[in-house]
């Protein structure tokens, strides 16, 4: 699978991931690329790595007494133990498999035969996976800002050049597109956005709101 995928996680977004402050639809999306691309999964360990090299450079601080006695007593204290990661379950990285609860995703129509099953949505912004029919095209649009696009099924082309399964698209509000699906293999992919999408026709536009996108 990895040798396969030409388009990544750029490494101002996977530092982010990194460090926390990537917003969770995003790491949705890097955890799930991670997953399928040795690539970026070494990028990622380097990142890790650079931090904690970090770490061990800062100089040791004293703990006051008071400071060090709660630390101390702090060590008896029950923690939350994170759950493995889900396996994968067909074209569904174990990230997405979490997303949706080990159940099949429950789609609902957009028109064009595009269909949608919303993963997340939240103030920081929202995940969905999006089922786009073989050699059908998503209704040109814009962005408000961020998107980052993972293939899962099939794949898709637009102005910016061909994604096949594992290969991220990333969007910024600078591009305008239009996202044909491939002959022969209906089109399923992640896709995570921080601000609503700019629709050019007046029909996508009006139902944008009924569909949250």
């Known amino acids: 699978m990895s040798e396969q995928i030409s388009?990544?996680?750029?490494?101002?977004?996977?530092a982010a991931y990194v460090a926390g402050n990537l917003p969770r639809p995003f790491a949705l999306v890097v955890a799930s690329h991670v997953s399928m691309c040795d690539?970026?999964?070494?990028?990622l360990l380097a990142h890790q790595a650079a931090g904690g090299a970090v770490l061990e450079g800062m100089?040791?601080?004293?703990?006051?007494?008071?400071m060090r006695d709660r630390v101390m007593g702090a060590l008896d204290d029950a923690i939350d133990v994170e759950p493995e990661p889900a396996s994968r379950q067909g074209i569904y990285p174990g990230p997405v498999?979490?997303?949706?609860?080990?159940?099949?995703?429950?789609?609902?129509?957009?028109?064009?035969g595009v269909r949608q099953c919303?993963?997340?949505?939240?103030?920081?912004?929202?995940a969905r996976l999006l089922y786009i029919p073989a050699g059908r095209p998503v209704p040109e649009h814009s962005h408000g800002g961020l998107e980052l696009t993972m293939v899962l099924q099939g794949g898709f082309s637009d102005s910016t050049g061909h994604f096949d399964v594992g290969d991220v698209?990333?969007?910024t509000d600078d591009l305008?597109?239009?996202p044909m699906a491939d002959e022969g293999e209906d089109c399923i992919c992640l896709a995570a956005t921080d601000a609503p999408l700019r629709f050019s026709a007046f029909v996508p536009r009006i139902l944008q709101p009924f569909f949250a996108i």
């Not at 690539?39 to 990028?43: I, L, Y």
């Not at 498999?97 to 064009?112: E, T, Y």
């Not at 949505?121 to 929202?126: K, L, P, Q, R």
């Open 59 to 66: 100089a040791e601080e004293k703990l006051s007494g008071g």
């Open 118 to 126: 919303i993963l997340d949505m939240g103030n920081e912004g929202s």
């Open 97 to 112: 498999v979490d997303a949706l609860s080990g159940k099949p995703p429950k789609w609902k129509k957009l028109g064009g």
């Open 176 to 178: 305008e597109h239009v």
């Open 7 to 14: 388009h990544h996680i750029p490494d101002a977004i996977m």
């Open 169 to 171: 698209e990333v969007a």
């Open 39 to 43: 690539e970026c999964r070494a990028n």
